[in-house]
């Protein structure tokens, strides 16, 4: 069965630092991935995406991601984070066929000044 | 270009009442779906609807159900509420699907329903 894993349920780096954040997949085909951000009593925000081609997507806020078939992951990366990047963050894999999204649990990211 | 929005923002009824949840896609969009996203079973899809119609379900009972309208507009019903139906739910909306291409899902802030 399709899955989302986000080994890690909080994280929390330094205002400026970088950022890595990981998801792992299990899918029997190529998959489509995206990234969401949820900040308190929201909703969730798209950040980026992977249907196919270039294996290093650019998204919105200075975010991006890897696909890397052989490691089934799809890591989150920001080389500076800012103090308003501190949300929960959320990896899905879209179902082709139903094109219903399974996301992983999420990861809290703190930021400290 | 307003985004998706959904009504109300909350939402409280006690065990046995029936709630009925609002959403507007955004605007040339004519998928619907909606997830649940309860305290400690993170987010779930619940309903797809497409032209008016059901596209796919999760496992969800019976007691959730809903509809699409000509406006591509949707309601999410909730029957015979129980206390695990605390949650709060989202709907996104997305353009219409094709064979060969995917269309990311935009969602709005959700309604928080909560049994008392």
């Known amino acids: 069965a399709q899955s989302v894993t986000q080994p890690d349920i909080h994280i929390t780096v330094s205002e400026g630092a970088s950022l890595e954040l990981r998801c792992n997949y299990s899918?029997?085909?190529?998959?489509?991935l995206f990234w969401y951000v949820q900040s308190p009593g929201q909703g969730l925000q798209l950040l980026l995406k992977?249907?196919?081609?270039?294996?290093l997507v650019q998204g919105i806020k200075g975010f991006e991601a890897e696909f890397k078939r052989s490691q089934s992951s799809f890591n989150l990366r920001k080389p500076s984070v800012h103090w308003s990047d501190a949300a929960e963050y959320f990896c899905?894999?879209?179902?082709?066929?139903?094109?219903?999204?399974?996301f992983g649990t999420g990861t809290l990211l703190a930021v400290q000044p | 270009e307003a985004g998706v929005t959904q009504s109300p923002t909350h939402l409280i009824k006690t065990r046995g009442q029936q709630a009925t949840l609002r959403c507007s896609p955004i605007?040339?969009?004519?998928?619907v779906y909606w997830y649940q996203q309860a305290l400690g079973l993170g987010l779930q899809f619940l309903l797809w609807?497409?032209?008016?119609?059901?596209?796919n379900r999760g496992n969800f009972p019976p007691r959730f159900s809903g509809r699409q309208f000509p406006n591509y507009s949707s309601e999410l019903n909730v029957n015979a509420l129980e206390l695990e139906d605390s949650a709060l739910y989202l709907c996104?909306?997305?353009?219409?699907?094709?064979?060969?291409?995917?269309?990311?899902?935009?969602f709005g802030d959700g309604t928080r329903l909560s049994i008392l």
């Open positions: 996104a909306s997305s353009l219409e699907l094709s064979r060969d291409s995917h269309q990311p899902q935009h």
């Open positions: 899918y029997g085909a190529t998959p489509y």
């Open positions: 992977y249907f196919s081609g270039d294996t």
């Open positions: 899905a894999v879209g179902e082709r066929a139903t094109n219903k999204l399974i």
């Open positions: 605007s040339g969009h004519t998928s």
């Open positions: 609807y497409d032209e008016g119609e059901e596209r």
